[in-house]
């Protein structure tokens, strides 16, 4: 190998027991531009792996191995050392750009806080990602979400790193917005910046076609570049991770249904904040029972504020919302509130962290009453299977896709006629999104529950829904 | 700029109108109270051992206390309007000058108290959020705690029994020198930083544990400098605003440590005349107490609006940048 390779050995990762969590992972990049990409499900340690190559492992976790790079061999123990290359010869790209931006400073300042960088140099980086040099001049709460991520690119751009980390660099991103940040990781790798990019998008992985490796349970399972992996996987569990991609997903079976009762009906429906004009104006659409209708469109248009005006969650500006045939007042939205149900984006933020699953549970008993509680719990525990086990555990000690199907049959409780699903997979990885999917699929078909499903997933969307509404503004 | 304008312009009328209820409340409560208001005020001029009805009901004609309550603050409000507060009906002195005196006194003991308390709290609750669980953590907890449940004219009685009392190395009461500062300042800087130090030490240890920090170490900063450079601004926005709202109760809320002390500030005056029914000096002070309060809020927020560019730039559209 040349002096011009990057390798990466890890042994293990053990924590804060002991135990050993993560590993044996190998990476290795040839040439500058290389890209190395993690893929697996939430919780397989692909984040612990970039920690690891970082020095940023949480106390107490120790990481065995070593990275070599521009010459110099590093043991994965020596957190110091590590910390060194910080800038000079790695830099990280990280997610969720508003909490990795200080939210007082402007742009440019905090480009300028990266080792070695001049206005030479950000004005060049911004340039190459189609930012504006003005861009410098706002405060990250100025800048959309596509943008905020883009300055992130830059950083790592000014910086005169070799090795790039980028973690969930297309998270929560609509797909103009993953497309850009496609383009960006692209144009690193044409200054000669190898990449290490952790994702569970796979439409990613695919078009970044590097070496790609599947993780699952701390392991890589397989491992080869994209376009071999991703027509021939040779593992179990990468042919069931490939086959979630929506992407893969069966076109529906042309469904005939038979005209069906209306569970709900927007009349000339418009909204505006007071601030700033309408976001939408004189919507009319009617949902029936077991129908699925899908709201697309670009982020911030006003897909999930639609979501709440539908659920009589806010009142619109004009025009009127009807359940059942009947007006949404305050008094229908009283009687009929748990038939009207909505599945947040994040499933661990409906659930309390200091209290466990199965006190949320108890609190429907004020609903439902004790006796059918219990038994309705059980039923659908089993038709979720979902174990026993996790009504004991807080939201923090169980798996991301868990956190989904507990927040979906929470509302099953309530035997719901109208589900308002907004983005219930853009934070799960494929296999759980896929998972969801088949849940809320059945839903419609066994309980004829009406689905409004936001989404900006193209494919999701034409393959999964009756009926498309296209906000735009 | 328009953002600020508008925020002074409708923060001034605000503190208009809280003064203008607060003082008409004034005016009321004095009303209300039990027990004749001329009679009071002659044995707080006389004494007790000189008073009579014939005194009381001279004071009620001359002063106008007779006339239709309407009417008496009808006038105190015209009065008002140009400028004069009167004259206070026990000592016939101006309520003006009075009030000046006195809020320069409260002004000095609020404003070393409250500095005393965040040279204190500053440094312990930083050192408490770099090194949680360390023993500077402990300790101060432990301090905040007892501070905190201590109520300020028992923290007072000690210090004057301790210092004044026993040692004698500083005067008990009054205000003739810079020494009789130092315990009713302490005695307020105790139970202020009580509060102050357990705030800076939760918002440090948030800020410094945020993630932007650690980003902003990736690029290449020590940890000292990334906190430094990223944290102060971000901390600073919730600790100014609790240190200017503790400002703002140190102004009107003297009244316990000024009696203990016998310190010549508004507090101590509001008291004394609230009890001798001197109408236009309780009128007077409850005004000053209240467009005091305004003023440090609005300083508060200015404050907050200097720091935080998320309130003073919102109106600049995410447009602007793509």
New interface residues.
């Given amino acids: 190998m040349t002096d011009q390779g990057i390798e990466f050995q890890l042994d293990q990762i053990l924590d804060t027991e002991g135990i050993r969590i993560v590993g044996p992972v190998s990476l290795y990049w040839d040439t500058p531009g290389d890209a190395c990409v993690l893929i697996g499900e939430t919780g397989s340690g692909k984040s612990l792996v970039a920690q690891s190559i970082?020095g940023?492992l949480p106390p107490d976790f120790h990481a065995d191995g070593f990275l070599r790079i521009e010459g110099k061999r590093i043991a994965l123990g020596d957190v110091t050392a590590l910390?060194a290359q910080?800038?000079?010869t790695m830099?990280?790209v990280?997610q969720?750009p508003f909490?990795?931006?200080?939210?007082?400073?402007?742009i440019r300042r905090?480009l300028r806080?990266?080792?070695?960088s001049d206005d030479r140099r950000i004005d060049a980086a911004l340039s190459e990602l189609d930012l504006?040099a003005?861009?410098g001049?706002?405060?990250p709460?100025?800048?959309?979400g596509g943008?905020a991520q883009r300055t992130l690119f830059a950083?790592a751009l000014v910086?005169g790193a070799s090795l790039i980390i980028a973690d969930e660099p297309t998270k929560g991103l609509d797909e103009d917005r993953a497309a850009q940040s496609l383009t960006a990781l692209n144009r690193l790798r044409a200054e000669g910046r190898s990449l290490l990019v952790i994702t569970h998008d796979l439409d990613l992985a695919r078009q970044l076609d590097g070496r790609t490796v599947v993780m699952k349970a701390g392991e890589a399972v397989e491992a080869g570049p994209a376009h071999e992996l991703f027509t021939s996987p040779r593992n179990d569990y990468s042919r069931a991770l490939l086959q979630s991609d929506p992407a893969n997903w069966s076109a529906p079976a042309p469904r005939i249904r038979p005209p069906s009762r209306t569970v709900a009906e927007l009349r000339d429906v418009s909204f505006g904040y007071r601030a700033g004009g309408p976001l939408f104006e004189n919507l009319s659409f009617t949902i029936d029972a077991g129908e699925v209708v899908a709201v697309t469109g670009q982020s911030g248009i006003g897909k999930t504020t639609l979501g709440d005006v539908l659920l009589g969650l806010r009142r619109p500006t004009s025009g009127t919302v009807l359940w059942e045939g009947t007006a949404a007042t305050k008094a229908t939205v009283h009687r009929l509130r748990r038939k009207y149900q909505k599945l947040h984006q994040d499933p661990g933020a409906v659930f309390a962290r200091h209290r466990t699953i199965g006190q949320h549970f108890a609190d429907l008993a004020d609903i439902l009453g004790g006796e059918s509680l219990s038994l309705r719990l059980e039923q659908l525990r089993e038709r979720m299977k979902l174990s026993a086990r996790l009504m004991e555990r807080s939201i923090d000690e169980i798996s991301g896709g868990e956190a989904q199907r507990l927040a979906l049959m929470r509302i099953l409780m309530l035997d719901p006629m109208l589900i308002v699903a907004d983005e219930p997979s853009s934070r799960v990885d494929p296999i759980v999104q896929r998972d969801v999917f088949e849940l809320l699929d059945a839903l419609r078909d066994q309980q004829e529950v009406a689905i409004v499903l936001i989404s900006h997933r193209t494919k999701i969307v034409s393959s999964f829904a009756d009926k498309v509404v296209r906000l735009s503004s | 700029m328009t953002y600020w304008t508008t925020m002074i312009v409708g923060r001034l009328a605000q503190t208009a109108m809280v003064a203008w209820t607060i003082v008409t409340m004034c005016f009321v409560f004095v009303h209300v109270l039990p027990g004749d208001t001329a009679l009071r005020i002659a044995e707080a001029r006389g004494g007790a051992e000189f008073l009579n009805v014939g005194r009381a009901e001279e004071i009620a004609s001359e002063e106008g206390l007779n006339r239709p309550i309407l009417l008496q603050y009808g006038e105190w409000i015209r009065r008002l309007a140009t400028g004069d507060l009167g004259v206070s009906l026990v000592s016939g002195q101006s309520v003006t000058s009075e009030l000046w005196y006195r809020g320069q006194n409260t002004l000095v003991l609020g404003i070393v108290g409250w500095l005393a308390s965040h040279l204190v709290a500053l440094p312990i609750g930083i050192c408490a959020a770099l090194r949680p669980r360390g023993w500077v953590d402990k300790l101060s907890s432990f301090y905040c705690v007892t501070m905190a449940s201590l109520p300020s004219f028992l923290m007072g009685i000690g210090l004057i029994s301790i210092f004044a009392l026993s040692l004698r190395w500083l005067p008990p009461a009054g205000f003739r020198s810079p020494e009789h500062l130092i315990l009713p300042a302490a005695t307020l800087a105790l139970g202020l930083s009580a509060f102050s130090i357990r705030l800076i030490r939760d918002t440090v240890r948030e800020v410094n544990g945020?993630?932007?920090i650690?980003?902003?170490?990736?690029?290449?900063?020590t940890a000292s400098m990334a906190l430094w450079?990223?944290g102060w601004?971000?901390a600073a926005?919730p600790i100014v605003a609790f240190a200017a709202l503790q400002f703002a109760a140190v102004v009107d809320g003297f009244i316990m440590i000024e009696t203990l002390f016998n310190f010549p500030g508004l507090g101590d005056l509001l008291v004394s005349s609230m009890l001798a029914r001197d109408v236009p000096m309780v009128m007077g002070a409850g005004l000053v107490a209240a467009v005091g309060y305004g003023l440090v809020n609005l300083a508060a927020d200015l404050t907050s609006l200097a720091?935080?560019?998320?309130i003073s730039?919102?109106d600049?559209?995410?447009a602007?940048?793509?």
């Avoid at chain 2, 720091?307 to 998320?310: F, G, K, N, Y």
């Fill in positions: 970082l940023l910390r910080w800038s000079t830099a990280l990280p969720e909490r990795s931006l200080d939210p007082t400073m402007r905090q806080q990266v080792k070695g504006s003005s861009v001049k706002a405060y709460f100025q800048l959309s943008m950083t910086s | 945020a993630f932007f650690t980003f902003a170490r990736t690029k290449g900063l450079q990223n601004r971000n926005i720091l935080d560019p998320r730039q919102r600049q559209r995410r602007t940048f793509r």
